[in-house]
């Protein structure tokens, strides 16, 4: 299309081109048509201006020769003289203008006859007026001769004129129509021209189109390619950049890498090696480069290696590890064998084979694995001795490590049975908090401990789905720290503490008892008080107020001579003895006398006695077989056993409308004495507490559990009412009775009376406990130590070292390892005799007397008094771990450390960690 | 002077009521032992003064019948003898209205000596008052 258009566009382009030759050359002919035309105007013009002139001479010649003939002066023949000279050149002048014209010539030759004629005639004229006279030039001239000449010249020259003039309008109309042709003939191709242009203007319009067209579509092909070209540059850059990179990579890993890499060919010679490599063979990194692998392997392992890549070549892995299964033996340039872990591949390029082997020396690997595994071994014989529940989560709730004690906890039958993770639990328990509400997964210790709290005595309260068991929890929970700082896993300890709690409550309820016995006694005080006080101002002050009064009446009667003073004697008298009456039995009702001057015995019969006076009823004692007051101990045992007996006799008197009533006493020979008071009264409605607070049951129950007794009321209707006092007579003389006692046994034997445990025959555990019962111990919060049998310190925890450093001992001199325990409490009993239990216990636990020995103590310091609780468990060998731990005011779990703080340097007990 | 003894102590009534048989122009016209007692005695009789002790029978208190007086007796004086002399309790009583305050084991003979006083001063109307017929 392209060529087409520029065949026609040239054809049609030559074709104006000729056009316009043409044209220029019609053009140009025309021109010099017109210039020769202009040429031949011009000589026309000049042919008729000449025989014009011409003409105007001969008139000037005529006139001259008039003038002259008319004046006869010389002068006026001037212009004739000049006249004919110029005629002459005129003439000469249009001959020339003629010559080649013909038609013309004829012309001028009649004309210049003329001339001559006329001429002539003017010459003989003026000759004849010169030389003759004027009248006869004049004849002449009237002849006409020269008139006839001059008219016949200037027919000559009209004739020439207009000769001249037609054949100049013949040439001219042939001019004209040679113009007109040529005109036309312009036109013509002018019109060709101007159609060839129109031809050549639409295919120039249509080729632009088509070539904007045609432009369009490269420029969008252009761009299309430049697209890919720019994507495929894109392309190849980065995958150059890749390429560098992971060239720069690959290098940079392969230069620094730990690991060994060493590049082999097909022939098993080192192409490439590191200096990782170098390092590992302990050889020089230019030595490896063209040794054979086979250098780097022992000799007894050539052919199984042989072998290897024979298969590995054959195979279609492409990547394996080697030495996951079995063992890699490398050999290094000393001679040294030591294992490794390989991964080797290979790569064709150019159809050579390369292999490519990273080499891992895991000889330290292998090393810590053993020595995991031992610690773990030790870590499990360690926590299988413990009586606490033990276990360890790693961060994901996976309890990688629990002991014996942590099935008997859960009740579990047997550790086998136990479920190992953390999100098993909530299937099997419900934990409840301490306001008993039931505790989300997340409020458990292990979630706890991981967040990063910790936590000593933390009680929580758990239930068994399937048994509906349920039992509370002593936790101590911790976050295991790694290297770093985080958290990489939780030791949590438990213990059940249920007896525990039982007793505390029960202790507790005791203590409540106890205070409402104190308050009680208190207010029997009181009202004792207010009666004697009552009965002291009723009687005696009234009686020795009259005496007085009746002592100054004497006076004055005697003074005044009356005679009614002896009447007023006898009264004084009268009130002194009432005075006196009053008194004693004020004095015995305070201090029943007869109690002590002649015992319980005694005493009980009188009140039976006054109670058959007071009431009427028959009130009679009956001594039951072993009853003595030899055998009822204490004062305070017969006060209080008094105090009972008239109380309830009192209850008999006020209530019973008894007609009987018998009290017994007895003893038995194992130490319990019973009084009891029967009445055949209306009874006591025992479901009416208000009964009990009424009758002064609560304060008979009161004193009976003041004298570490019991008090039993039973009651009927018709049977009438028995109060029931039993009450131990004989009290450990080391302590001042069973009440006073119990504090200490509770907190001395937390867990309860424990068989002597056997134990101290067997054999001592290892020196090195290892580092997981180290990191173990050293999450726990309290301040922990483990003893071997004979007391030495074996190992402390971090807290015991960052109190030893607190307390100016950061070497662990004073109380660290090596040091014995034992010394160290021997040295502070002696000067504080509150540790000889602590002591005491101690040793128990270390002689296998007994497994636990558990006790709380105080530690003054200049702000407060402070509690903490010192715990020793025996583990197995004899071992024992000893806990101090800081109690505050509280046992509730408080997530940090705080408590611990700043409180031991001044405590008194601070010797003994 | 019609005289009215309060006091929970028969003895003290005999006593005391003996030391005013010899005053003068007084005469002891009852006893009383009880809050009760006192106000229908006082009531019935109208007396001229009342010795009044605090502490009566049934753990009642004289306070109670000091207010009676003050407020249906006008008239009639009141004097306290007893045993319970704190100057805080004595105030107390004078500004309830009582005229004096004396200890009864020890002050009997002053309190004996007021009213023989207080008899002699009231000589006068004393003496129309027993003019009257009655």
Known sequence: ?913 | MKLVLVDDSVAVQRSFGGLLELVPRVELIGCAEDVAGARSLIDASDPDLIVLDLELRHGEHGMDVLRHVTQQHPRTKVIVLSNFTGQRYRDELLAAGALECFDKSSQFLLARDWIAQRAALAMEPAAQGSARPS
Not at chain 1, 273 to 282: I, P, W
Not at chain 1, 724 to 738: I, K
């Open chain 1, 1 to 913: 299309m392209n060529l087409g258009f520029d065949r026609k566009a040239l054809a049609v382009a030559a074709v104006v081109v000729l056009g316009i030759g043409a044209l220029v050359a019609l053009s140009l002919q025309s021109q010099s048509q017109l210039r020769h035309d202009v040429a031949e105007l011009d000589h026309v013009g000049e042919i008729q201006a000449q025989t014009q002139r011409i003409y105007i001479t001969l008139l000037d010649l005529e006139t001259s020769q008039r003038g002259y003939l008319l004046t006869q002066e010389a002068e006026y023949l001037g212009p004739y003289q000049a006249g004919l000279e110029r005629l002459h050149a005129e003439a000469e002048r249009l001959s020339a203008l003629v010559a080649g014209q013909p038609e013309e010539g004829a012309d001028l030759a009649r004309l210049r006859g003329l001339i001559d004629e006329k001429l002539a005639e003017l010459a003989q004229t003026i000759a004849v007026a010169q030389t003759r006279d004027v009248g006869a030039a004049l004849a002449v001239i009237r002849q006409g001769q020269g008139k006839a000449v001059m008219d016949e010249i200037r027919t000559v020259l009209a004739h020439m004129q207009s000769s001249e003039a037609q054949a100049h309008e013949l040439r001219d109309a042939a001019r004209i129509a040679s113009i007109d042709r040529a005109k036309r003939y312009i036109a013509l191709l002018a019109t060709a021209m101007a159609l060839l242009l129109l031809t050549l203007a639409v295919l120039v319009r249509r080729d632009k189109t088509l070539r904007a067209q045609q432009r369009q579509a490269d420029q969008a092909a252009r761009q299309e390619l430049e697209r890919r070209v720019a994507e495929r540059t894109s392309d190849l850059e980065a995958a150059l950049h890749a390429l560098a990179l992971g060239k720069a990579r690959l290098q940079g890993i392969f230069d620094s890498a730990a690991d060994a890499i060493l590049t082999a060919n097909a022939q098993q010679i080192i192409v490439a090696a590191n200096e990782s490599a170098a390092t590992l063979f302990r050889c020089a990194h230019a030595d490896l480069i063209g040794a054979s692998l086979e250098r780097l392997i022992p000799v007894r392992f050539h052919e199984a290696h042989r072998r290897d890549v024979e298969a590995f070549g054959s195979g279609d892995d492409r990547a394996r590890h080697m030495g996951r299964t079995k063992q890699v033996v490398g050999l290094r340039a000393d001679g040294e064998e030591f294992p490794l872990e390989a991964s080797i591949s290979h790569l064709e390029t150019g159809g050579e084979r390369l292999y490519t082997v990273i080499l891992h020396d895991v000889t330290q690997r292998r090393q810590d694995e053993a020595t995991l595994r031992e610690s773990k071994t030790q870590l499990e014989a360690a926590l299988a001795s413990m009586s606490d529940a033990v276990f360890i989560s790693d961060t994901e709730g996976r309890f990688v490590n629990f002991n014996k004690a942590f099935a008997t906890f859960h009740r579990f039958k047997d550790k086998a049975s136990c479920a190992r993770t953390l999100a098993e639990y909530p299937a099997i328990l419900e934990v409840f908090l301490a306001n008993g509400e039931q505790a989300p997964l997340e409020e458990w210790v292990v979630p706890r401990a991981l967040r990063g709290e910790s936590a000593v005595n933390a009680e929580f309260t758990l239930r068994r789905r399937d048994t509906g068991e349920s039992w509370i929890g002593a936790y101590n929970y911790a976050p295991i720290p790694g290297e770093d700082g985080s958290i990489v896993g939780a030791v949590v300890t438990a213990r059940d503490v249920t007896a525990i709690k039982r007793v505390q409550a029960e202790l507790a309820a005791s203590h409540t008892t106890l205070q409402h016995l104190l308050a009680n006694q208190h207010r029997i005080q009181e009202e004792e008080r207010k009666r004697i006080a009552r009965e002291l101002h009723d009687d005696l002050q009234q009686s020795l107020a009259a005496i007085r009064m009746d002592a100054v009446a004497v006076g004055e009667r005697i003074a005044s001579g009356r005679g009614d003073a002896p009447a007023l004697l006898a009264r004084i008298d009268r009130l002194s003895a009432a005075a006196i009456a009053s008194t004693r039995r004020i004095v015995s009702d305070l201090r029943p006398e007869m109690l002590e001057d002649l015992g319980l015995l005694a005493a009980l019969e009188a009140m039976c006695a006054q109670h058959t006076e007071r009431t009427g009823a028959a009130c009679r004692l009956e001594l039951l077989p072993g009853a003595s007051d030899a055998q009822l101990g204490t004062a305070a045992l017969s006060a209080g056993l008094y105090r009972i007996a008239q109380e309830a006799l009192n209850n008999v008197a006020k209530h019973a409308q008894a007609t009987v009533v018998t009290i017994r006493l007895g003893c038995s020979h194992d130490g319990l004495v019973m009084l009891r008071i029967d009445d055949n009264g209306v009874g006591v409605n025992l479901q009416d507490q208000r009964h009990l607070g009424s009758f002064g049951l609560r304060g008979m129950a009161e004193r009976a559990r003041a004298l570490g007794g019991q008090l039993r009321i039973h009651g009927a209707a018709d049977t009438g009412t028995s109060v029931e006092v039993l009450v131990p007579t004989l009290v450990p003389a080391t302590a001042s009775g069973p009440m006073a006692a119990q504090p200490d046994w509770a907190l001395h034997n937390l867990g309860g009376p424990v068989a002597p445990v056997p134990g101290a025959g067997l054999p001592r555990p290892p020196d090195e406990l290892g580092q997981p019962l180290q990191s173990v111990i050293d999450a726990l919060a309290g301040q922990v130590c483990v003893l071997d049998e004979r007391g030495e310190i074996l190992m402390v925890n971090r807290a015991w070292r960052q109190f030893a450093a607190r307390n100016g001992d950061p070497d662990l001199r004073s109380c660290g390892p090596g040091v014995n325990y034992l010394d160290v409490c021997r040295r502070s009993a002696e000067t504080d005799h509150s540790t000889a239990p602590i002591l005491q216990g101690l040793n128990e636990v270390l002689d296998g007397r007994q497994s636990v020995f558990s006790t709380i103590y105080p530690c003054d310091t200049p702000e407060s008094k402070l509690w903490f609780r010192m715990h020793v468990a025996s583990v197995t060998g004899g071992l024992a771990i000893v806990s101090h731990v800081d109690l505050g005011s509280h046992v509730e779990p408080d997530g940090n450390d705080s408590n611990e703080t700043g409180l031991h340097g001044r405590a008194s007990k601070s010797a003994l960690r």
